[in-house]
């Protein structure tokens, strides 16, 4: 190999390349296709500072650029004849490949490097994760370099540019599309054709994923360099630089009339090569998931084991060691595979590091076998998850949980959900099992029932919440009644929706709570799980009496208000105040959820919106609320009290009544035309209140919403619903550690990735909310005073009536019934137009929303797409301007074109 060989052929390359305005358009296009890619309709949906639109589509786009920078390698060279006499030249072929190789390769990352324009709109829309997006950008160009080489062999196979360009796009297409072979074979085949096994056809599937391009692109894409993609990239570009090299060499290749032929060994040394490259990519792909070899380059270091990880195994006792029973289906759905790899891969981290005193056990599970009824046996369920198969929408049972066990103690993880940290989740069911006791979380038995039980009103068992299933796996859980004196010995005691309580009950709890006791308390001006139990209402009757009568429904203390436990807490909260929050964080819910849905974030223009001077919120990002209430601090009150959620400015707070009406059929229903103006003021959801108050010590946490731990919302937190990532489990869990005085755990509930939504973005759209949402009340205001003015009406004529002395009483009564008919028929005509007028406003404001809305997307967009090919329009202006200029100055003054002539 001589450098300076390779360098001439690549200075010879580049030059050409850039020689003409072709060239150029094809990095114009390329650039602008990238930005057109990154910024659609589904990444402002999304409103996260990332290129994830990009990767999707970039493997797609390779199919088009790579080919169209390739296609002149070799064939140009064969259609020019220039071949022959590059190959004259004292230089090898391989120097000669390898410097084409290297121009091609310079030529893809100026491309890039013109593309980065897109990071400079998402640093000035928000504050992206730069280690992500710089281990993206270097997928991109590993994915690139990789198929040059391969556009580079569709080109030695031809003289043709155009058919250069179409099997370039071929070859590059069998990498690309290769993950999908196993998904796209048909599960049964009869009548005289091949049949595909289900176990041969899964194992096919993840044979060619492993393969697949845009797997690895994918890993990159999370911020994580690993070594395996590395291999698998540089393996490309390998094995098609040979297949090249072997294609150029055929000109010194022999006629032989015995043996093997030339093309013979060749063609034999490129499969020993081919199999080679796959068997190590396997092979390095499963040893870096068992050593986890790769480079976290995440700004939360996401995919490395935590300190408070590595410190607990050097401390577990070798006498008493731990064992992890993980029960994995070995085939899961597409929408599985990135977890089931991080689990496998941290369970290995954890077997290594672990030593003796760590066993993991792994085992396979398929559906109806020996090892899925162990999984059963220990509580542990397969998730039924929906998947798309071949356009079919099936249904497929996977298993994905653990036991962790000791001679002290047993944890089971039922299943390892998608929103959950599975380093937080082991770590914890580790540390549980190692220590000889749990401390003891009770459950106070209220109407809002999370211990479950047998409900009167309806004749239902009802199911504990799965907020208390989450709580055993660290706690143990007691059910604690208030009938009398609490003396259960408790590290943390949880009331939700003390309002229920009767006047005993409550004092008991109030008791418990001056006692100084840990208390973490739940209450809700409207609880969506149960609208029956809203404090500021009667209790629903309770079934159960003699002959299917139903039972006088028991009086609420302090009707509702828990009067008592506020003065304990030096609190005021009112039980019919309901809050609402005008932001809209995620476009894609903005016309689905009301403003009473109020998403607690930074983003809301609160700076203290989640605490970052609590333990208990520091690390948390965001926190879904349902119609929940607002809690202040009294006055008089001598406690320290430290807000934890609030919302922001555009916010403000209606009344109960306000927002529901009887319904038809009995029941409530919620009003359509509740105002939601403003008050420019931040209510706080939750608290955290201690010291202590009339020689009473308190230390407890008041939450003013129920629903934000209903099992509702922990399925949508779990899974990640919707594309959600919300922290209302780690809240709770959290808001009990502290509580208890164990913060061990809410270091590891801070790894996941910081929610960066684009900020700038989102405030221009409040902005123009907010004027809407006036212009929008002032509608409903005049349509008020309209109906009012009418009603007057009504009002003064019949006063006018009732006055008039000259007619008897039977004449003012039909006279009074006669207006009142005729005027009812203009109020009710005049109130329908009224209404009509109103809605027509609205829809015209909703409308001119939605157009702004657009437009600012659109122009960010417009902006996004137009800056990328602007550098590379100039420098080919500048370029081809210098080399038209230096080609006049170089030719003689008689050789020139005159207008003469």
Known sequence: ??????????????????????????????????????????????????????????????????????????????????????????????????????????????????????????????????????TTYFGYWLAGSALIAAGMFASVLTSSITVAFVLGSIICAVPVFVGTIGENMPRRVSQGRIEVGESFRDTLSSFCHELSLAERLREFAMGVVPLSGLVYFVSLIAFFLYLNLVFVGRRHWVKQTEGMSMAGHSGTRIVCLGITLVACNLLISKASEAVGMRFDMTAERLYTLSRTTTDLMGKIDKDAPITIQAFISPQVPREFVGHQTRLKGLLRQYDRMGGSAIEVRYVDVQPFSEEADEARHFGIEPNRSQTDRDGRIQVEDVFMGAVVSSPNDQVVIPFFEQGSSIEYELTRSIRTVAKKERLTVGILRTDAKVNGGFDMATFRSSPEWRVQQELKKQYIVKDVGADTKIEDKLDVLIAVLPSSLNKVQLDNLVEYTKAGHAVLILDDPLPLIDPRNSPSQPKPRQGGGMFGNQMPPEERAYKGTNEP???????????????????????????????????????????????????????????????????????????????????????????????????????????????????????????????????????????????????????????????????????????????????????????????????????????????????????????????????????????????????????????????????????????????????????????????????????????????????AILLAIILLSMRRAAEVRDIEEIRRLTNNR
């Open 565 to 871: 436990l506020m003065k304990a807490l030096g609190l005021i909260w009112k039980n019919n105040s309901i809050v609402w929050d005008n932001t809209k964080p995620h476009p894609q819910f903005a016309d689905v959820l009301q403003p009473e849905y109020v998403f607690v974030t930074p983003q809301n223009g609160n700076p203290r919106a989640i605490s970052s001077q609590s333990d208990v919120t520091s690390s948390l990002q965001e926190i879904l609320t349902l119609f929940a209430g607002e809690i202040h601090q009294d006055d008089r009150s001598k406690l320290k009290f430290q807000a934890l959620l609030e919302t922001g400015g555009n916010s403000g707070i209606n009344k109960w009544e306000d927002m529901l009406s009887p319904g038809m059929f009995g029941g409530m229903e919620f009003k359509q035309d509740a105002s939601h103006n403003p008050d420019e003021k931040a209510h706080v959801l939750a608290a955290h209140v201690t010291g202590e108050n009339d020689g009473s010590k308190v230390n407890a946490i008041f939450v003013a919403d129920v629903d934000i731990i209903s099992d509702a919302l922990f399925n949508v937190v779990q899974n990640e619903m919707h594309g959600l990532r919300l922290d209302n489990v780690k809240f709770i869990l959290n808001c009990v550690d502290v509580l208890a005085g164990d913060n061990s755990y809410v270091d590891l509930r801070k790894r996941r990735p910081q929610h960066r939504a684009l900020t700038e973005i989102q405030r221009i759209k409040d902005e123009f909310g907010k004027l809407t949402q006036k212009e929008r009340d002032e509608a409903e205001k005049s349509a008020k005073e309209a109906v009012e003015k009418l009603k007057t009406k009504l009002t003064t004529e019949v006063e006018k009536i009732e006055k008039d002395a000259n007619l008897s009483p039977l004449e003012k009564a039909q006279r009074m019934e006669m207006a009142r008919q005729r005027v009812q028929r203009e109020l009710d005509v005049e109130e329908a137009n009224i209404q009509r007028k109103k809605q027509e406003k609205l829809d015209q404001l909703k409308a001119r929303e939605q157009r702004q809305n657009r437009y600012t997307e659109g122009n960010i967009r417009f902006l996004a797409v137009l800056f990328p090919p602007i550098p």
């Open 1 to 134: 190999m001589r450098p300076h060989v390779i360098f001439a052929v690549l200075k010879r390359n580049l030059m050409s390349y850039f020689s003409g305005v072709l060239g150029y358009l094809f990095i114009v296009v390329f650039v602008v296709a990238a930005a057109w890619s990154a910024f659609n309709a589904q990444f402002f949906t999304n409103n996260l500072a990332n290129l994830d639109q990009l990767t999707a589509s970039f493997p797609y786009l390779l199919l088009f650029i790579i080919p169209a920078v390739t296609m002149t390698a070799w064939a140009d060279e064969k259609r020019q004849g220039t071949d022959e006499l590059l190959f004259t030249l004292p230089a090898s072929d391989f120097d000669i490949l390898l410097g084409k190789f290297l121009s091609l390769v310079v030529v893809y990352t100026i491309a890039l490097a013109f593309s980065m324009t897109q990071l400079g709109v998402l640093g000035y829309y928000a504050d992206p994760d730069w280690g992500l997006l710089a």
